[in-house]
């Protein structure tokens, strides 16, 4: 399954993730560029002539402190991206064309200078916005402005012929190297403009593969519990059969058939489903795990897959708590004129099997033992008993506090697959306590 986050998700995105990558190169080019001021102020004291890189470079440190603040706070994006990004490459440009006002030999000290790389910086800057366009567009700028401050500055340049070694004097003058510099800026325009494009594709593909992660893990949670969902996604192919000693509780519906005939199915399933939402809810409510809807019977364990201090307590508030949901249903049911509901619980603890159940194809994660049986058996006899909530001795033995209190003998009784009768306790239909 695969479903696209909408563009405006996409979008705010990418221009969340772009501001991240502006911020840390801006601040990058920030400290490079204080720290060449610095020196540069630092020479200038001796050599007057370092006046104006000094005041380049330090407006260049301004520009990146400023695309850093903006884009720490997201704003760098659509025109104004255009404008901060674009505008550097006036810097080294505008420094080119007034040198020659003021040093003998200024343009080829911005031309092809440490500052002459300000156009790759402005164009690896453009990159960072995650806009191919705006890289592209950089590229073609920075090349353009190289060339024009070449051309304008290259009638100075000429005069330079006689204090210069005819090699070098050739690299600064020739129209050719000039074009071939321009096509290097150019042609990283178009590199940083794939990265760019491929930042905005991964950026996009981790926000539809998160966008998908939330709704299968809402789907999921719907066929499992939260704690079988957060167990396997956490474990994943890790997850092996372990065993543990648990308290399981099942809950059934009693007279589900006679309350079924006097409604449509959609009202069936309608109304069971704000029951199971109501039994859902108290197992919750007290740290156990729904195991498993087996047509309108609940069951549920407490202690496997969370750790419960006693889990026997923790089963049986649950069981209270189903019972009095219950009563508030049969409420809302009276007075839309249907007959009320009924059921019975039974609770046991002892050790389970737990683990990822079943065929290659199709697993359940389950428990599994004697312990599941004899608590479904305990169920079943509630209606034989008159009781609401029927414990085996082994869950009855570990309740605390007043919850013991709350049970009566109810006598041995003959389950199902067992040889011998068992000792039961438990809460008759009717008791003040069922429900309290």
């Given amino acids: 399954m695969s479903e696209s986050a909408p563009a405006d998700e996409v979008a705010t995105a990418i221009a969340r993730a772009s501001n991240v990558a502006l911020a840390r190169g801006a601040l990058a080019s920030a400290v490079t560029a204080t720290l060449a001021t610095m020196v540069a102020v630092g020479l200038s004291l001796e050599s007057p002539w370092l006046r104006l890189p000094s005041v380049t470079v330090g407006v260049i440190a301004v520009h990146g402190f400023v695309v850093h603040a903006l884009a720490r706070r997201g704003l760098v994006v659509g025109r104004l991206a255009w404008v901060l990004l674009l505008s550097l490459h006036a810097v080294p440009t505008v420094a080119a064309l007034v040198s020659p006002a003021v040093l003998a030999f200024g343009p080829a000290m911005f031309l092809f200078g440490p500052i002459g790389f300000v156009f790759l910086v402005a164009v690896v800057l453009s990159g ?232 290659a194809a199709r697993r359940e994660f389950t428990v599994i033992g004697d312990t599941v049986n004899t608590a479904s058996r305990l169920e079943s006899a509630t209606k034989e008993l008159s009781a609401s909530v029927v414990l085996s001795v082994a869950a009855a033995e570990r309740l605390t506090g007043a919850r013991r209190t709350k049970l009566v003998s109810l006598g041995d009784v003959k389950l199902k697959g067992k040889a011998h009768a068992v000792p039961v306790e438990g809460i008759v239909v009717g008791s003040s306590t069922q429900t309290s």
């Fill in 128 to 359: 960072l916005s995650f806009d191919p366009a705006l890289a592209r567009v950089s590229g073609f700028l920075g090349g353009l402005c190289s060339f024009a401050s070449h051309a304008l500055a290259r009638p100075k340049l000429l005069t330079l012929e006689h204090v210069l070694e005819q090699g070098f004097f050739y690299d600064l003058t020739d129209r050719g190297v000039a074009a071939l510099r321009a096509f290097v800026v150019v042609g990283v325009g178009f590199l940083v403009a794939a990265a760019a494009q491929a930042s905005r594709d991964l950026v996009r593909r981790v926000r539809d593969e998160e966008r998908e992660r939330q709704v299968l893990h809402g789907l999921f949670g719907q066929y499992v519990s939260d704690a079988v969902r957060d167990k396997l996604v956490r474990e994943k192919s890790a997850i092996t059969g372990e065993r543990k000693q648990v308290a399981v509780l099942f809950c059934d519906l009693c007279g589900f058939t006679t309350f079924s005939e006097a409604l449509t199915p959609p009202e069936v399933v309608s109304r069971l489903n704000a029951y199971f939402e109501k039994m859902v809810a108290a197992v919750s409510a007290h740290g156990g795990t729904v195991d498993k809807f087996i047509g309108d019977a609940v069951m549920a364990t407490f202690g496997g897959l969370l750790e419960r201090q006693n889990p026997c307590d923790d089963a049986f508030d649950a069981a209270l708590a189903m019972r009095a949901a219950l009563v508030e249903l049969n409420g809302s049911f009276a007075a839309a004129g249907l007959p009320p509901l009924d059921n019975g619980i039974g609770i046991h603890f002892g050790d389970v099997l737990q683990g990822p159940i079943g065929s």
